[in-house]
């Protein structure tokens, strides 16, 4: 085992050069390692000046790494994970957890024990105004919540510009893409602010527009048992990105605007106040604070903050989602066995 500690990316995608860069950020005196997710041969523009180019997981699990980033496409996170695991190496898998609840079968045990050792990477949640939109909910301050609307959506080759995003994991169902795993930042976020829904009535749509073979929009009815709705529009062709989460309350109107990092409240017509504004965040940060987390994670000294039940849950939601789609009918989300 080298004595200088290493810190291993799976995957060589942009966002795991975003952990890579951001690893030699925070942990400078270590190694940071990168494996490729499909076994090919790294070079070094690909992840950086460096960065140690192991020829497969198995040569990088003999460095023994402190801990593990599974960055590569969302079919192959579990295999990644479980073998890190197995190893007893801490991981952060990127979201989703998995492309389907199928790709846990045999290895549910494995995630179950070393529940502590793994978190998931919905980095949404450590963006500054999601911090303050979830204490404002908590504290009551619109009072009892009546409806929740949940609309975003980008034009998908507007995401990577400099590439054909055909090619890219967002368009390819092999790899994992489409907007229910995609953009399922906004399913955890509506379980981390407002508990588990019980229903879901769901359509999906591949408009033809964008030439892939995944679906390009979803609307969506979530139904708490308590009867909370949650209307949920999830969209690859806006060409006006959009990205907002409005609460209708007793008190008022909160909405999120996420791309602005702003919360509004309106009180009535013409009535409106910033609660919340820092339009100049660096979205990086959400990445740094949530590596600095996770190495506490760790070293056993924090809990995971989207831990692999959390994860789940909202992979069972999609699975529901994805029923109702094809189905033409309600589901009920607890029917969906993990």
């Not at 997710?37 to 070094?44: F, H, I, Q, T, V």
């Not at 009546?146 to 400099?162: F, H, K, N, T």
């Not at 995609?182 to 999906?204: K, N, P, Q, R, V």
Request: glycine share 8%; net charge negative; hydrophobic share 45%.
């Amino acid at each position: 085992m080298s004595e200088i500690a290493t810190y291993l990316v799976i995957g060589s995608g942009s966002i795991a050069k975003r952990h890579i860069a951001n690893l030699k950020r925070l942990f400078g005196s270590g190694r940071v390692g990168c494996v490729s997710a499909s076994g090919r041969k790294l070079n070094a523009e690909e992840v950086g000046e460096g960065t140690v180019r192991f020829a497969s997981l198995q040569e990088a699990l003999l460095d023994s790494p402190r801990f593990a980033i599974v960055a590569s496409p969302a079919p192959w996170h579990i295999e990644h994970a479980a073998q890190l695991l197995q190893q007893r190496i801490p991981v952060l898998i990127e979201k989703p957890v998995a492309d389907s609840l199928e790709r846990l079968k045999g290895v549910r045990d494995l995630l179950d024990r070393h529940h502590s050792m793994i978190d998931v990477a919905y980095n949404l949640r450590y963006m500054t105004s999601a911090v303050a939109f979830k204490a404002l909910l908590d504290e009551g301050c619109v009072g009892e919540v009546r409806s929740i609307g949940v609309d975003v959506g980008q034009y998908l080759p507007d995401w990577r510009p400099a590439s054909d995003y055909r090619d890219n994991v967002s368009a390819r169902r092999a790899l994992g893409g489409g907007v229910l795993l995609e953009l399922s930042h906004e399913l955890d976020y509506l379980g981390w602010l407002f508990g588990e829904f019980e229903i879901t009535y769901c359509a999906t749509r591949t408009s033809g527009a964008l030439e892939v073979d995944v679906e390009d929009t979803v609307d969506a009815l979530l139904v708490r048992k308590d009867g909370l709705v949650a209307n949920v529009h999830m969209d690859f062709l806006q060409r006006a990105p959009v990205r907002t989460c409005k609460v209708v309350a007793q008190e008022g109107t909160l909405i999120w605007d996420i791309l602005n990092n702003r919360i509004l409240l309106q009180t009535g017509r013409d009535q409106q106040r910033v609660l919340f504004d820092d339009p100049s965040y660096d979205r990086n940060n959400m990445y740094l604070d949530q590596l600095r987390h996770f190495a506490q994670v760790a070293q056993g000294a924090a809990q995971p903050t989207v831990g692999i039940a959390d994860a789940l849950r909202t992979l069972r939601l999609i699975e529901a989602m994805r029923r109702s789609a094809a189905i033409g009918q309600v589901v009920t989300i607890g029917d969906i066995q993990a």
